[in-house]
């Protein structure tokens, strides 16, 4: 069988991934579709096909389609909720092409270029992890799992940007398995690192806790002097046994896959508590937990009128959110810092970093 590729898949890369294996060039060739137009998602980064007439699309076939790689497309391809139709190209050959199946709507015209330079690497990274579970996942297990897989993805993009330590290259990985995906993802890993005398060390076994970038932003009113904490209830302090899972923190949120860390945070601003973000100030970015998780957090003070913001409260209901807004003096908050009133790591790095610089942003102000 033939295929009609329109879209990411024309994408050496990404298509490599999805097939598990390179083609070859002499199984791609340039093709059009008559009266069909290439046309963006409607709030997505991939394309849909259809129906235009005295338009053309442009694309290439890929030739003599295996079964399984028939297999892998389908599933690829399904987890977008795309099925295949037959066409007649241009030059009367016969092929397959994934049309859209579900409810997306065209935006205009789409660029493969554009894609990617701004998307192709958080794609190419997802898709590893999509075409991982190929044979274990279906397509609608897979489409369910995309907003964190994408959210995943963008995380180890941003991770790899970072140079690499030398001794990275001997760090051997002798096993790896998926225990979980979902919102979250776990690996299982047996893993033997370079000692500092120069040898290997012995076979470690190690659990890796996937999350992605957070954004963290601590509103401070400089002209007032108060802060607003939100509180929402946390399920993994409740099932630690801790007889207060609502807990008082900074607003917060996972970075979107294609967002900076301060649009995230303005953001999160908005949807928990009502407000909105004048200058942000970097605190810093660390991980939450380097023993155990991926988790990437990008701490801000945000200046902002916190007058009216007191129990406004806010959240996303699609996402089960119900949290509380409280705005408290920077004195009643630095003592409740002091004496442990709170458990949020990333509100005590913020708090201490306020507290070294309030004095400049309230003379500011």
Not at 205 to 228: E, H, I, K, N, Q
Request: charged residues 25%.
């Amino acid at each position: 069988m033939n295929l009609f590729l329109y879209g990411t898949l024309r994408d050496s890369a990404l298509l490599e991934i999805v097939l598990g294996h390179a083609p070859g060039e002499d199984r791609l060739r340039p093709a059009q579709l008559s009266d069909h137009a290439v046309l963006a998602v409607q709030g997505e980064r991939f394309p849909m096909i259809a129906e235009a007439p005295g338009h053309t699309a442009a694309g290439v076939v890929l030739t003599d389609v295996t079964d399984d790689e028939n297999a892998r497309l389908r599933y690829y391809e399904g987890g977008f909720d795309y099925g295949v139709r037959s066409v007649t190209l241009s030059d009367t050959i016969q092929a397959f092409v994934f049309f859209p199946e579900g409810g997306w709507r065209g935006n205009g015209a789409w660029s493969l270029e554009r894609w990617q330079n701004d998307w192709g690497p958080i794609a190419r990274a997802a898709s590893r992890e999509q075409m991982d579970h190929f044979g274990h996942w279906t397509p609608q297990e897979m489409l369910a799992r995309t907003p964190m897989t994408l959210h995943r993805a963008a995380a180890r993009v941003e991770a790899g940007k970072i140079p690499a330590d030398p001794r990275s290259t001997n760090v051997e990985i002798l096993d790896r398995s998926r225990s979980y995906t979902y919102f979250f993802a776990l690996d299982d890993i047996k893993v033997r690192v370079p000692q500092r005398d120069g040898t290997q060390g012995p076979v470690l076994d190690r659990s890796v806790f996937f999350v992605g970038d957070a954004a963290v932003v601590l509103p401070y009113d400089p002209v007032a002097d108060t802060v607003l904490l939100t509180e929402q209830f946390r399920a993994p302090v409740w099932l630690n046994g801790d007889g207060a899972p609502w807990v008082r923190e900074p607003v917060a949120g996972l970075v979107d896959p294609g967002e900076t860390a301060e649009q995230a945070a303005r953001r999160e601003a908005q949807e928990e508590a009502g407000i909105a973000l004048g200058a942000l100030h970097k605190v810093g970015a660390a991980y939450s937990s380097t023993g155990s998780s991926t988790e990437f957090v990008h701490m801000f003070v945000g200046l902002a009128d916190l007058s009216d913001a007191e129990g406004r409260g806010g959240g996303v209901p699609e996402e089960g959110e119900d949290i509380a807004t409280i705005v408290l003096p920077f004195n009643d908050f630095i003592t409740g810092v002091d004496n442990g009133l709170y458990k949020d790591m990333p509100l005590l790095t913020c708090a201490h970093w306020l507290a070294r610089h309030r004095a400049g942003l309230r003379a500011n102000a």
